[in-house]
């Protein structure tokens, strides 16, 4: 679930930056969130640290204490994890349906301006022209 949140957020990023910036920069954003891959390889190497620190081996896999550290890694650390990224994202990030129907109308112009722009220069638009390769 979080995963098509996010993918669907990057694509409200990538809008927003070509209505401020007037480029379209899909590439840079989308590589920039490829370094979430980085993070999960971090993650793997963190959950055997964290392992070792609660004294996890085959000796003391089932002692309570071990079991009750466990428990704590896998479900309470993830759901603060997913509390605090919730409130960060629904106080800094979120955009209100004003904004993205504001920026989808400055998209559609700005887009409606370059094949004006296009066309009165007599550059096709919208067609196929085979005689440009």
């Keep these: 679930?979080?995963?098509?949140?996010?993918?669907?957020?990057?694509?409200?990023?990538?809008?927003?930056s070509e209505v401020q910036t007037g480029v379209r920069q899909d590439g840079t954003?989308?590589?920039?969130?490829?370094?979430?891959?980085l993070g999960q390889a971090c993650s793997s190497g963190l959950s055997g640290i964290l392992l070792s620190i609660?004294?996890?081996s085959s000796v003391t896999a089932f002692d309570p204490k071990v079991v009750d550290g466990i428990y704590n890694i896998t479900c309470l650390v993830p759901a603060g994890g997913m509390i605090l990224?919730?409130?960060?994202?629904?106080?800094y990030i979120l955009l209100?349906?004003?904004e993205l129907k504001r920026m989808q109308?400055?998209?559609?112009?700005?887009?409606m301006k370059m094949r004006s722009?296009?066309?009165?220069?007599?550059?096709k638009v919208?067609?196929?022209?085979?005689?440009?390769i």
């Design 1 to 16: 679930m979080f995963n098509m949140v996010i993918w669907a957020m990057i694509t409200d990023v990538i809008d927003e």
């Design 29 to 37: 954003i989308y590589s920039v969130y490829s370094f979430a891959k």
């Design 54 to 56: 609660i004294g996890y």
């Design 85 to 91: 990224l919730c409130l960060l994202y629904g106080s």
């Design 96 to 98: 209100t349906r004003r």
């Design 105 to 111: 109308r400055s998209l559609e112009l700005r887009e």
């Design 117 to 123: 722009a296009k066309q009165s220069v007599g550059i």
């Design 126 to 132: 919208g067609a196929f022209d085979p005689d440009i």
